[in-house]
């Protein structure tokens, strides 16, 4: 949205971004961002809510009478999530000699086999196949254990297509692990980056990256960016 209001105020148009990034906006620079703490997904805050609402959107539309920008106004309510994570029971460590996250990651192949013939279908495959996912996670693993990003050698380079892989990976285990309906995206996601050791292992190793002034896209679109 960042990118589309600079091309609408090129054009004669005032924008106002309704921001849920900090860092994203901070970077983009569009002219006018009200930046709101609020779960992604709702960009005007409290559902239901017509009055909590409203003051959203006058909030955002004062930005329109701001000096010239780039102008970025933080709305004064917090609101915290309240997604909860799935319960999903992960296998038992197997090998102790392995990294937590790549032990986890084989332990979880027998549910993600279970997913792939029910569905008859993955969504892994963009740089990494199954068998590579333990592999990814070890590269991330060194990373976050302090080896020098540009050496360990990520596929491609390319953090987000890999994370895509090893979070359906791991969605795909994950459902296959869970009783009753499915869970919402949020829910998952909460699990994998709150639960599982891939996802403890992704963060530390999104901060390594960020702390080694890795290019922005590779470490910041490895988790959500409110993680």
């Not at 279970?114 to 969504?123: A, E, K, N, P, V």
Request: hydrophobic share 40%.
């Amino acid at each position: 949205m960042s990118v589309l209001a600079h091309v609408m105020e090129d054009a004669g148009l005032a924008s106002i971004v309704l921001a849920s990034m900090r860092p994203v906006v901070e970077k983009m620079r569009p002219p006018r961002a009200l930046y709101c703490e609020f779960p992604l997904g709702r960009p005007l805050g409290i559902p239901n809510d017509p009055a909590f609402q409203h003051r959203v959107l006058a909030a955002a539309f004062e930005l329109l009478s701001a000096p010239k920008g780039p102008v970025i106004v933080d709305f004064p309510d917090v609101i915290e999530s309240d997604e909860q994570p799935v319960a999903c029971a992960i296998p038992p460590r197997f090998d102790p000699n392995l990294p937590a996250c790549v032990d986890e990651a084989r332990g979880l192949r027998a549910a993600y086999e279970r997913s792939l013939t029910r569905r008859g279908r993955t969504d892994v495959g963009r740089v990494l196949s199954a068998d590579q996912v333990p592999e990814a996670l070890d590269a991330l693993h060194r990373i976050a254990s302090g080896e020098e990003w540009k050496s360990v050698g990520i596929p491609g380079s390319n953090t987000i297509a890999v994370m895509h892989d090893i979070r359906s990976y791991y969605d795909e285990a994950c459902l296959e692990l869970t009783d009753g309906p499915a869970p919402g995206g949020r829910a998952v996601e909460a699990w994998f980056f709150e639960s599982t050791q891939a996802g403890r292992t992704t963060l530390a190793a999104r901060q390594a990256l960020k702390d080694a002034e890795a290019p922005f896209p590779m470490w910041f679109y490895m988790a959500p960016g409110h993680r």
